[in-house]
């Protein structure tokens, strides 16, 4: 696997230095335009004085380019009276494919690649909300950061547990109608729990690497989050295994977050073992 991803690199870095020579002093030499990941339309009223470039996108051009219309992964369409001075350059999944048939597919290599944009806005809207969540309950992150860094094994089992019971619980709180309302409560906690619980490994994550990269220092907890945030969403964002990522921190977030109502001392007691991990953070209990 990893050696096919080399090779799916070092294609596109060559494919982008044959299909697009002029790309990178474009912007400083006329005014032509390059756009990643997202299709490009020049209406008829447009001029682009210079080469119109787009990365994984279709451009579609009905108005003047004084210059080549270069695609990668994409298509170039004249449309009405369009007119391209220059040269029509591309690369579409379809060439690619026939030279490399591994290399574009639904769920491997470029095509996976270029469906990343999309998730990649996902991970980041979660990411704001966990944030949001550690500005209005830092605490209550804090134990939960203390729990998974204690009990990881346990919080990811009883995350599970939650996940497996979610259905049953919602099925009779249905059937005892009175208890209809709280199935919308119960949906809000375990987001709430699963937000709160990814903030806690984002913690531990962003802290762990703080550590490494500066050991002498003590980096703020917000410091320590968004750092891991950004590791974690890009983790989740990898094709094939970023859904088991994003499956484990959610049960293990989610089981941290139901074990951070449980006192530190109870909880050890029952496990009946020493805390692992590093140092707890101080005043949780």
């Known amino acids: 696997m990893n050696l096919r991803y080399v090779a799916l690199l070092a294609g596109l870095l060559?494919?982008?230095?044959?299909?697009?020579?002029?790309?990178?002093?474009?912007?400083?030499?006329?005014?032509?335009e390059t756009e990643v990941f997202q299709n490009v339309y020049v209406p008829a009223d447009k001029v682009i004085d210079g080469d119109l470039n787009v990365i994984f996108g279709d451009a579609t051009v009905a108005g003047v380019v004084h210059g080549d219309c270069n695609t990668l992964f994409g298509r170039c369409t004249i449309v009405d009276n369009g007119v391209v001075d220059g040269t029509i350059n591309g690369v579409t999944n379809d060439g690619v494919r026939s030279m490399v048939p591994w290399a574009v597919g639904r769920e491997y290599g470029i095509g996976a690649l270029a469906g990343q944009d999309h998730r990649l806005l996902v991970k980041l809207a979660a990411s704001l909300v966990v944030v949001l969540v550690f500005l209005l309950f830092p605490l209550r992150m804090r134990v939960a950061l203390d729990r998974v860094e204690?009990?990881?094994?346990?919080?990811?089992?009883?995350?599970a547990v939650a996940m497996v019971a979610i259905v049953p619980i919602a099925i009779m709180l249905i059937l005892s109608i009175v208890g209809i309302p709280l199935v919308i409560l119960e949906v809000?906690?375990?987001?709430?729990?699963?937000?709160?619980?990814?903030?806690?490994?984002?913690?531990?994550?962003?802290?762990?690497?703080?550590?490494?990269?500066?050991?002498?220092?003590?980096?703020?907890?917000?410091?320590?989050?968004?750092?891991?945030?950004?590791?974690?969403?890009?983790?989740?964002?990898?094709?094939?295994?970023?859904?088991?990522?994003?499956?484990?921190?959610?049960?293990?977030?989610?089981?941290?977050a139901i074990l951070s109502f449980i006192r530190s001392t109870q909880l050890d007691a029952a496990v009946h073992r020493a805390p692992i991990g590093g140092p707890p953070m101080t005043g949780i209990r």
């Open 14 to 32: 060559a494919a982008a230095a044959l299909v697009l020579p002029g790309t990178a002093d474009a912007r400083g030499r006329d005014g032509g």
């Open 188 to 256: 809000a906690a375990i987001f709430a729990g699963v937000w709160i619980g990814t903030g806690a490994i984002a913690l531990l994550v962003g802290r762990r690497l703080c550590e490494l990269v500066m050991p002498t220092s003590t980096p703020s907890p917000l410091v320590a989050l968004m750092l891991g945030l950004a590791v974690v969403s890009a983790a989740e964002i990898v094709p094939v295994v970023g859904w088991a990522v994003t499956a484990l921190v959610w049960l293990a977030g989610l089981g941290a």
């Open 150 to 159: 204690r009990h990881p094994a346990m919080s990811a089992l009883t995350g």
